[in-house]
Each structure stands twice: as structure tokens, then as C-alpha cells.
């Protein structure tokens, strides 16, 4: 299926792998006693309503559902290895999402810009001004939003949890890697495949960090409240814009230019990604053989 690309994706949980198809998902999580457990769940409509077939809107949107459902899909996890009945939904998963976005807009988007005015005020201290050269201050900003963000996720990648997180993480791209190549889904054929996907969500997170660059370089002239308040409303503007450019590269990496563009994307994926062993493979194999037959059984 040429499609099969922009159809299937998933996401790396405690302990588990999501994966979510066009119309169901399906959570696979090692419990303590080494069985695997699976829940599978219909997707609201969103996925197949109007919205969803409407370019740089659906992005946002889908992007907006996708982080409520992972944010389940960690609770249950995490409720599977402790043993306990906690859930996390309603109010409480909206305000959770809520917090963890601020945050995320907090650390990646403002600091870097607080960044480039003390870089800017200390460089005319010394004599060296910008003069006010929009080009030297958004690249400034630009870069500190790089390596802020780099530097986030090489140390968590250090935490022995986040380490194993990211080694689902590989096995939910070598699992979707040989589906599309027309592989047999077991764990010696799967681990053969590479770690690196092209709709991953960490090229996402490069596709937003690069084009900010460019977008918040508008914004300079302005006084520094609206520069502020402008890179909050054009978040998911450029989120829109990053969701349907990771689509066009995954569907055309057929081309040489296609496949340069993704390098970067493809490097850093090595940072959020580990090899996997048998039985982090076995359960991404899982989560997406139920998907599959979850998906079969919805009209």
C-alpha cells in the first residue's frame, strides 16, 4: 500500500508501545510477570471527519488528540508495572497536558529568546553589537533553541527509564520499518530493520525548532511583548506547517533531495532511539499485529 506511510504510526510508552492506525489503536505493555498485555480502543471520529483531510489544520488537530492519547496510554502503562488503579482522565488529564505544554513552550521557545537578548546585551557591552541585524539575532536564538532542546534530550536519555523508553522507541520503528517493506513481523526479521522513521516525532520536533527560526525572525521590529506573545500564537501555525512537511518528505523519499532534507531528522532520531532486545520487539510486534485487527473488525 503506497499509504502505508502516512497511515500507521506509534509511540514509545513505559514499558509498551502504542500504536495507532487509521481508525483504532493498540497499547502492547510487558507486565511484571513477563506476559503481555493489550488493550486495544476504537479512535474518536476526529480521525475520519473533515478535519482530518484538511492540510496544516489536521496537524494541529491530530496533534492535540495524539498527545491526550499517549498521555493515557503512560497511565495505564505505568498503573500496569506498579499495580495500582490510578487513573488519569478528564480534568485531571487536560490540565496534565496543559502543564506539560507550557513547560515544553517554556524551556524551547521563550528561554532561547531570553537567551539571545542577554547574548545581544552582553555583545554591546563588549562593543559588539548586532546592530540590530535580524538575521544575527534569530540565528543566535535559533541555535540556543537547538541546543537547548538537543542537550534536554541527551540528558534524559541518560535516565535508565528514559533509556529504555527510547529502546521501545526503536522497536516501534523497526516493527513499522519492516511492515512497510513487506517483512515477516518476527522479532529476528524486525530487529534487521533500521531504528530510523521518517514520521517520527523527534523529526517533527526538528522540523518546529528549524522553521521557528525563520518565522520568529519576523517578529524582531516589534516591542518584545508582542515578540513574546507571537511566538506563542505561532506555535501551531508552524506546527501545521512541520506536520505536513514530515508527510511530503515520507511520502517521496524516492528522491535524492528528499532523502538530504532528512538527515538531520534522521540524526537526531539516533539520540531518542536505542536497539531494542527480544522482548521490546515482541511487544511492538504486538501492539501493531492488534492494531491491525482492530482496525479489520470497525466498518
Not at 63 to 69: P, Q, V
Not at 72 to 94: D, F, H, W
Not at 112 to 119: A, E, F, S, V
Not at 125 to 134: A, Q, R
Request: glycine letters at 8%; proline letters at 5%; charged letters at 15%.
Amino acid at each position: 500500500m503506497e499509504d502505508r506511510i502516512i497511515t500507521y504510526g506509534g509511540q514509545a510508552v513505559i514499558e509498551g508501545v502504542l500504536m495507532r492506525g487509521q481508525k483504532a489503536l493498540a497499547l502492547a505493555m510487558r507486565a511484571p510477570n513477563g506476559e503481555i498485555v493489550v488493550h486495544t480502543e476504537p479512535l474518536s471520529g476526529l480521525y475520519q471527519s473533515v478535519i482530518a483531510k484538511i492540510p496544516f489544520l489536521r496537524g494541529v488537530i491530530l496533534l492535540s488528540d495524539a498527545l491526550a492519547l499517549g498521555m493515557k496510554a503512560l497511565t495505564r502503562s505505568a498503573n500496569l508495572q506498579s499495580g495500582e488503579e490510578e487513573k488519569i482522565e478528564g480534568p485531571a488529564l487536560y490540565l496534565t497536558i496543559a502543564i506539560s505544554l507550557v513547560f515544553g513552550i517554556a524551556l524551547f521557545f521563550l528561554a532561547p529568546y531570553g537567551i539571545g537578548k542577554l547574548i545581544d546585551w552582553l555583545a554591546a557591552l563588549l562593543g559588539w553589537s548586532t546592530g540590530d541585524n535580524v538575521w544575527v539575532i534569530a540565528i543566535t536564538e535559533g541555535l540556543a533553541r537547538l541546543i537547548l532542546a538537543i542537550g534536554y534530550i541527551w540528558a534524559i536519555g541518560k535516565m535508565p527509564e528514559i533509556a529504555r523508553v527510547f529502546q521501545y522507541h526503536g522497536a516501534e520503528h523497526k516493527t513499522i520499518n519492516a511492515f512497510e517493506a513487506g517483512a515477516a513481523l518476527t522479532p529476528e526479521s524486525v530487529a534487521q530493520f533500521p531504528l530510523e522513521h521518517p514520521r517520527c516525532g523527534t523529526s517533527f520536533l526538528l522540523t518546529l525548532l528549524i522553521l521557528s527560526i525563520f518565522a520568529f525572525s519576523l517578529l524582531h521590529p516589534l516591542p518584545w511583548v508582542w515578540q513574546v506573545v507571537g511566538r506563542i500564537l505561532l506555535i501551531p501555525i508552524l506546527a501545521g506547517i512541520a506536520v505536513e512537511y514530515i508527510r511530503w518528505t515520507a511520502n517521496h523519499l524516492h528522491s535524492p533531495l528528499v532523502r538530504a532534507l532528512v538527515r538531520p531528522n534522521f540524526a537526531l532520531q539516533r539520540l531518542t532511539t536505542r536497539e531494542p532486545d527480544t522482548s521490546m520487539l515482541e511487544v511492538a510486534i504486538c501492539a501493531f499485529q492488534e492494531m491491525r485487527k482492530a482496525e479489520q473488525t470497525i466498518c
